[in-house]
């Protein structure tokens, strides 16, 4: 346990230690005792902050989640308000400050009252508001908060590790769940032959004359009157279609601002496609690719399928995997380390640094009460696989490796693509790819997998993610942290890098809106339909 001194308990110190070094020159015995006076006070203090801390603390200073709920589903960009308290059993009263959540970086958590008191044998209510910014399974891992003693010159920070999972969805994938599913049409195989038929639809077949039993929403008035009798319109409907949805996951659409990167808006893309494909009736699956492939969804259709894509969207989009992660094993082993001490009851004190299977053992034990239940991402070592089994089960959130993957990732999407045109009992109708147009000098692959697709007579469809909305429009600000100077610093930092960031960022928005012209360019000469895409009001277009 750590104590740390306010500023006022620091100036204190400091006259203190002025005021003995004034009276020990002048040879002045009351500065000199004055001065040892406040030194020792100074020192009394300290010691009995951290023992009325520890006495509290012992006694039973907790904070729990009155849900019972282990995992919170939300959508990503929503916000909502979990209840959370802190309760002190101790006879003494617990002044605390600067309380905060700790948890995931792709949620923006805002904890009230961040200060205040916690009766003795009593509890105080918290309101935790949570911003999801980015898809996928993330943690709140507790609170910190920091308890000061009586006279308020030193201070205790305490972390409360009680794990919630918050569980991240698309946009369009909220809708989903609460609208009918399955189309009229299923009448046809699985190989995805589009035809049309009558019934109800929205593309117009024929004027006819009115027949008993038509409803008057089918009757065409303009036509009516021109002809002087009454006509109705016969509309037509798609048979079923067989979607396949390829997305791009490569690990450079994650730059940029969390939830307001590339492959952020991608998966909301993908997540859309499927929505409209499954609710009209529709077969869809889903391959994700990078730099190898990533996850495959067969194509079915109804309401566990939307299930299954989500599932596939958040497990495998992430960069858990060694060969996405921008961590090692030694990362790995000092972040769960880190989250780990808390709650394991000899706080990891009787483990040796590098002993990664001493800790792998212990991880696997406290796993169990994890709030997701995940498999373990590919890796290369055992006890590097429970360790990242251990991160994604508490939501832990890592970077994403530089290594470049775009080529590789170009590669296995030109590999895919081919790989669809050679099916035949589960061909798709319709192929749907999300990603980055390649550059003209290396268009030659994937105009040859376009063609093999176009000749067994399936439609190629793309939509590229906006690459000018991994720039942001602000950056987010720094959290506080345990030093007012710290603070102090890192919001000048802050406003330094905001002007910088200011200035580039116009001409570096420009620069992405007209590769993404050029690139829309590129496939409609190879005869895909392109996906218009909505101009960026914030900077300049092609």
Excluded at 425 to 432: D, E, F, G, L, M
Excluded at 436 to 456: D, H, I, N, S
Aim: proline share 5%.
């Amino acid at each position: 346990m750590h104590v740390y001194p306010t500023r006022t308990a620091a100036h204190l110190a400091l006259a203190g230690v002025v005021a003995l070094s004034v009276g020990i020159a002048l040879r002045e015995p009351n500065v000199v005792a004055w001065g040892g006076a406040v030194l020792v006070g100074v020192a009394l203090t300290r010691s009995v902050t951290l023992f009325s801390v520890m006495r509290i603390r012992n006694a039973g200073f907790e904070m729990l989640w009155p849900d019972a709920r282990r995992v919170v589903r939300m959508t990503r960009g929503s916000t909502i308000e979990l209840r959370a308290e802190v309760r002190n059993r101790d006879t003494l009263a617990a002044r605390y400050d600067k309380l905060r959540v700790v948890a995931s970086p792709a949620l923006d958590c805002v904890v009230d009252p961040p200060a205040g008191e916690v009766k003795a044998t009593g509890s105080v209510a918290l309101t935790v508001k949570v911003r999801a910014l980015r898809t996928g399974f993330h943690g709140i891992h507790g609170l910190a908060l920091e308890v000061r003693g009586a006279p308020a010159l030193f201070e205790v920070p305490l972390t409360f590790a009680n794990a919630l999972g918050i569980e991240v969805v698309p946009r369009p994938r909220a809708r989903m769940v609460s609208v009918p599913h399955g189309g009229k049409s299923h009448t046809v195989s699985a190989t995805g032959r589009s035809g049309t038929r009558r019934g109800d639809g929205s593309e117009l077949r024929e004027l006819r004359d009115i027949v008993p039993g038509d409803s008057f929403r089918r009757i065409a008035w303009k036509a009516s009157a021109r002809r002087g009798k009454l006509m109705a319109r016969e509309l037509e409907r798609e048979e079923r279609d067989v979607v396949a949805l390829v997305l791009d996951a490569s690990l450079e659409l994650w730059a940029g601002a969390l939830g307001d990167a590339p492959l952020d808006h991608a998966i909301d893309t993908v997540a859309a496609l499927a929505e409209a494909h499954l609710t009209q009736g529709d077969h869809v699956g889903l391959v994700i690719v990078a730099a190898r492939e990533l996850a495959r969804v067969p194509s079915d259709g109804g309401r566990a399928q939307g299930a299954a894509i989500t599932r596939a969207l958040l497990e495998h989009t992430g960069v858990l995997a060694a060969d996405r992660s921008g961590w090692d094993e030694a990362d790995v082993a000092v972040q769960v380390a880190e989250h780990l001490r808390p709650v394991d009851a000899r706080g990891l004190r009787d483990l040796r640094r590098g002993r990664y299977d001493k800790l792998a053992e212990r991880a696997a034990a406290a796993g169990r009460d994890a709030p997701f239940a995940r498999s373990a991402p590919d890796t290369r070592t055992t006890s590097d696989a429970v360790l990242r089994r251990y991160a994604a089960a508490f939501g832990l959130y890592g970077p994403p490796s530089l290594e470049p993957e775009k080529d590789a990732a170009y590669a296995t999407l030109v590999t895919t693509l081919l790989g669809l045109a050679r099916v035949r009992s589960t061909r798709p109708s319709i192929v749907h790819v999300v990603a980055p147009a390649p550059a003209t000098e290396r268009a030659a692959p994937l105009r040859a997998a376009v063609l093999a697709l176009k000749k067994k007579g399936v439609a190629v469809r793309w939509s590229q993610p906006d690459l000018a909305t991994g720039l942001g429009e602000t950056e987010r600000e720094p959290n506080g942290s345990h030093d007012a100077l710290h603070d102090e610093s890192d919001a000048r930092a802050f406003a330094a890098n905001a002007e910088v960031f200011a200035a580039l960022r116009g001409p570096a928005r420009a620069r992405a809106n007209l590769v993404a012209a050029r690139g829309d360019a590129l496939l409609r000469s190879m005869g895909i339909k392109v996906s218009a895409r909505r101009p960026d009001p914030r900077g300049a277009t092609a």
